[in-house]
């Protein structure tokens, strides 16, 4: 049987390779390749092979088959090469447009803060969200038996780690490793142990921003707030500067935005109250300027720590917080 195939494949070659027109090509191939052509004949008996043959002939017989047909695909085209293109193609159709990716709304406002912070002198940096007691708490003024301790709550990790409940974990760390004149902002992923609701995730984005150098005062501070707020709105916002408490500034402010969601009428994001809390700022502490190892009489400051995520639910409206994280494409492409 084996050699029945070599020789069958032989004759077609050779019939082949005779062939004038596009009829004759056609019958050649009905003759020896059709339902009932001599190759399906010479299949046939393949059922009738023991065993042990029937495999490595039949594996035989299926690369010939596939050989001619290629071999008469090729002279197919060779008599009728319009045949291959028959369709019509019309360039002024538009094309199939491709699927990209999307920016998560988080990022895409922390690209425009950026942007605007690096006009200004500022380099923008990274650090560890696996964080210890010490960076994210003491250095920061806020001792092992610290109130301030509680306003946070902690995914504490085994000894004295953590995941870091805020971006402030890096203004020392900023401060030992490039100390003063510093101008830096430090956008990153924050966790708090604490349960979700329209403006509260555990797992959510904040941006950092620290100062530090001679004569540094709170005009200063305003009018970078300023100046981030114009770089995500691009128009006049509603805010407020009310008294803050925290360990590392001094004195501390928390500043608020009117809620756009609602237009400060009340709803689930701003808790009925028409305000959402944004960006705490204020001037570094003395102490914190000291961990750094710079001399407070010489150095001065500011700090803010904007809440990322909740200043992108204010610019696109989105009313719960947690659908930024949730994967859903439906709201990711919306952006
Ligand atoms: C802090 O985290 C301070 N480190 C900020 C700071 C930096 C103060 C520098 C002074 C100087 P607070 O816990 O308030 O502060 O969080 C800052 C912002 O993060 C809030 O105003 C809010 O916008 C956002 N935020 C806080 N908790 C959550 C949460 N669970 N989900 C989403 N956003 C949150």
């Known amino acids: 049987m084996e050699v029945k195939l070599q020789n069958l494949k032989n004759t077609i070659l050779k019939e082949l390779a005779e ?37 490595r002939i039949g594996k035989l017989a299926n690369e010939i088959k596939q050989e001619l047909a290629e071999v008469f695909a090729q002279a197919e085209s060779a008599f009728n090469p319009n045949k291959q293109t ?35 002198g500022f380099a923008v940096y990274d650090g ?6 010490y960076y994210n708490f003491t250095a920061l003024n806020i001792p092992a038996d610290h109130p301030a301790r509680d306003t946070q709550d902690t995914f504490w990790l085994e000894g004295d780690n953590l995941l870091r409940t805020h971006t402030s974990n890096l203004q020392v760390r900023m401060l030992e490793k490039y100390g003063a004149p510093f101008r830096g902002i430090f956008p990153g992923r924050v966790f708090r142990y604490e349960s979700t609701d329209a403006s509260h995730d555990h797992t959510f984005y904040q941006l950092e921003g620290l100062m530090v150098d001679k004569n540094i005062n709170i005009g200063n501070l305003i009018a970078t707030m300023r100046t981030l707020l114009s770089s995500v709105f691009k128009r006049e916002v509603d805010v407020r500067l ?6 590392f500034v001094e004195p501390a402010f928390e500043m608020d935005i009117k ?13 009925q109250s028409g305000w959402v809390e944004l960006m ?14 710079l001399d407070p009489k010489v150095y001065s400051g500011f700090a803010f720590g904007l ?12 009313d719960d917080i947690r659908l930024l994280q949730s994967g859903d494409l439906r709201f990711l492409k919306q952006f």
């Open 242 to 247: 009310r008294p803050g408490f925290f360990p």
């Open 86 to 120: 028959n369709f019509n193609f019309d360039a002024s159709l538009p094309g199939t447009k491709k699927e990209i990716g999307h920016l998560n709304p988080s990022t895409i406002v922390q690209y425009e803060i950026e942007e605007a912070f690096l006009a200004m």
């Open 128 to 133: 560890p969200q696996l964080e210890s007691d």
């Open 307 to 318: 809440g990322l995520t909740r200043m992108a639910m204010m610019k696109y409206r989105i």
């Open 19 to 55: 062939i004038k027109d596009s009829q004759l090509l056609a019958d050649l191939k009905n003759k020896y390749l059709g339902r009932k052509g001599e190759l399906n004949e010479i299949l046939k008996a393949l059922k009738d092979l023991s065993d042990l043959e029937k495999p």
């Open 280 to 293: 705490p700022c204020g001037m570094v502490h003395p102490k914190v300027l000291e961990a750094g190892g």
């Open 259 to 271: 809620c756009l969601v609602c237009g400060g009428q009340g709803c689930s994001v701003c808790k």
